[in-house]
């Protein structure tokens, strides 16, 4: 199936756990829950020495995350990308979450993310 042919709702339906994972990870530091949902290439990224890091770095910037609101979603023939409003305790500006999400081998995996 093609990415383009998904509607919001059905985005949402795959986006909004592995984003919820991802954002559970980054609040109890727990690396496997935050990369659950990475593609080979994403984990081959991003170790947990280097997530423990951001996390540091992170919470002592921003404090924990919270709710977010989507802004946007952009779909190509293989992946989608969501950019979300992504609040945090005691940041003083916005947070941006961008999450692609491809299709590979019929199944839904992590291909990229970032918080700036």
């Known amino acids: 199936m093609s990415c383009l042919e998904l509607d919001d709702e059905s985005v949402l339906k795959v986006a909004e756990p592995m984003m919820d994972d991802i954002m559970a990870g980054v609040s109890h530091r727990d690396y496997k829950r935050h990369s659950a949902h990475f593609s080979v290439t994403l984990k081959s990224m991003l170790g947990p020495e280097e997530f423990l890091t951001a996390c540091n770095q992170r919470e002592s910037e921003w404090g924990l995350p919270g709710?977010?609101?989507?802004?946007?979603?952009?779909?190509?023939?293989?992946?989608?990308?969501?950019i979300w409003d992504q609040h945090f305790d005691s940041t003083q500006g916005q947070v941006v979450a961008?999450?692609?999400?491809?299709?590979?081998?019929?199944?839904?995996f992590v291909d990229h993310f970032v918080l700036h």
């Open 67 to 82: 709710a977010r609101e989507l802004v946007a979603i952009f779909r190509k023939e293989k992946s989608f990308t969501l």
């Open 98 to 108: 961008m999450t692609t999400i491809a299709v590979k081998g019929g199944r839904y």
